[in-house]
């Protein structure tokens, strides 16, 4: 699954840069695993309530929108290492990858997520249960809905429908690539008026 969504990211990015339209590639995971020293200093503090999450955020930029995707393509490996990105806190990473859109000049702005469920870290889960992850994932949907973003959801393997307003739930992993194209197809030749995102 994750070989296919690395071709299908190589093969968009490639295309989009022949049709000179700018681009980023951006990943997010979690920083920490068993030994996490945000949920030993919460559990040491006696477990206080109102905890938005209990993990390091790991933002990562595969690729900004003034780099040529042949010097950073190798990057993508990092997609491919064996438990990599296998908690997401996807609320977090939306709101990064939006407000980095926003500071773009094109005034058609696409944000793709290609995603495997629902968002989820251990710690976090623990601490506020899944329904607060997301209800926080929801929250922010809306408001990048809301923005002069288009917002669409590849779910690999996993329905995203229940998240996001427009979304496609891939069956089979082979798809990733042909979907993802007629999705940016589909999303690049329309316009929406210009706003901000809170």
């Not at 939006?98 to 944000?111: D, G, I, W």
């Not at 996001?164 to 690049?188: I, K, M, S």
Request: net charge positive; hydrophobic share 45%; proline share 6%.
């Amino acid at each position: 699954r994750q070989q296919m969504a690395a071709l299908a990211i190589d093969l968009a990015v490639h295309t989009l840069e022949l049709c000179q339209v700018q681009c980023e590639v951006l990943g997010f995971t979690t920083r920490f695993g068993r030994d996490n020293p945000l949920r030993q200093g919460w559990e040491a503090a006696g477990r206080p309530a109102g905890v938005i999450r209990l993990n390091a955020l790991r933002h990562i930029r595969y690729k900004t929108a003034e780099q040529p995707w042949r010097r950073v393509r190798p990057h993508l490996g990092l997609l491919l290492r064996p438990g990599f990105g296998q908690e997401n806190l996807d609320a977090e990473a939306l709101e990064w990858a939006a407000r980095r859109l926003l500071r773009l000049q094109p005034p058609r702005k696409v944000l793709v997520v290609l995603s495997d469920g629902t968002p989820y870290d251990e710690a976090t889960a623990n601490a506020i249960g899944r329904a607060g992850l997301e209800a926080r994932l929801r929250s922010v949907i809306a408001r990048i809905e809301a923005s002069p973003i288009h917002l669409v959801a590849l779910g690999t393997g996993q329905a995203v429908g229940r998240f996001y307003r427009q979304a496609v739930t891939l069956r089979q992993p082979e798809a990733v690539a042909e979907v993802l194209f007629d999705r940016l197809g589909d999303l690049l030749s329309r316009v929406r008026p210009t706003g901000e995102l809170e």
